[in-house]
T-cell receptor, first 113, second 112 residues
Framework: AQSVTQLDSQVPVFEEAPVELRCNYS??????LFWYVQYPNQGLQLLLK??????LVKGINGFEAEFNKSQTSFHLRKPSVHISDTAEYFC???????????FGQGTELSVKP | SQTIHQWPATLVQPVGSPLSLECTVE??????LYWYRQAAGRGLQLLFY??????ISSEVPQNLSASRPQDRQFILSSKKLLLSDSGFYLC???????????FGPGTRLTVT
């Protein structure tokens, strides 16, 4: 069975600073990987996904993530954050054979001026 | 374009009362549909998913049930709510050939 661990429950950072949100997964088979963002009291929006190919994936709002198979990680990065990036971020995994997503517990990113 | 609706947006219900949350999708046909619950600080938990009308799979045993009476309608129900049913309920859909899920705006349920 797959599982996802987001290593930080909260990440405070100052505006214009770089940020990395960490995600590790466990699976005995190939997986697809996703990052979603949730703004307060809203649904989830897909930031980016890794299905195959290049291990560096670029998403919306200037975010990118790198798939590292040997370390079973899919960390999310942004070189310079804005106040508007304050939200909760979820890493998720699914098997290629099935569409069910397994989510991590979420990381609350708080960007301070 | 496709859109997903959920209602109500917020709901306050007493313990022991029934529940019905509705989700509808527009602009697509024969989608996979999903119900998730998000409790504070506990991530998203998949409750039910459906690959077609009348086809429901339950992921977690509980006092909730789901139904799909029409192709693009997904309903989450309970006969008697518990305090532990409080949370943020999210509906999502996906195209069968895709692994991306698209989420609705959610329903905030408070059981008192």
């Amino acid at each position: 069975a797959q599982s996802v661990t987001q290593l930080d429950s909260q990440v405070p950072v100052f505006e214009e600073a770089p940020v990395e949100l960490r995600c590790n997964y466990s699976s005995s088979v190939s997986v697809y990987l996703f990052w979603y963002v949730q703004y307060p009291n809203q649904g989830l929006q897909l930031l980016l996904k890794y299905l195959s190919g290049s291990t560096l994936v670029k998403g919306i709002n200037g975010f990118e993530a790198e798939f590292n198979k040997s370390q079973t990680s899919f960390h999310l990065r942004k070189p310079s954050v804005h106040i508007s990036d304050t939200a909760e971020y979820f890493c998720a995994v699914s098997r290629p054979s099935g569409g069910k997503l397994i989510f991590g517990q979420g990381t609350e990113l708080s960007v301070k001026p | 374009s496709q859109t997903i609706h959920q209602w109500p947006a917020t709901l306050v219900q007493p313990v022991g009362s029934p529940l019905s949350l509705e989700c509808t999708v527009e602009g697509t046909s024969n989608p996979n549909l999903y119900w998730y619950r998000q409790a504070a600080g506990r991530g998203l938990q998949l409750l039910f998913y459906s690959v077609g009308i009348g086809q429901i799979s339950s992921e977690v045993p509980q006092n909730l049930s789901a139904s799909r009476p029409q192709d693009r309608q997904f309903i989450l129900s309970s006969k008697k709510l518990l305090l532990s049913d409080s949370g943020f309920y999210l509906c999502a859909w996906s195209v069968k050939s895709s692994y991306e899920q698209y989420f609705g705006p959610g329903t905030r349920l408070t059981v008192t």
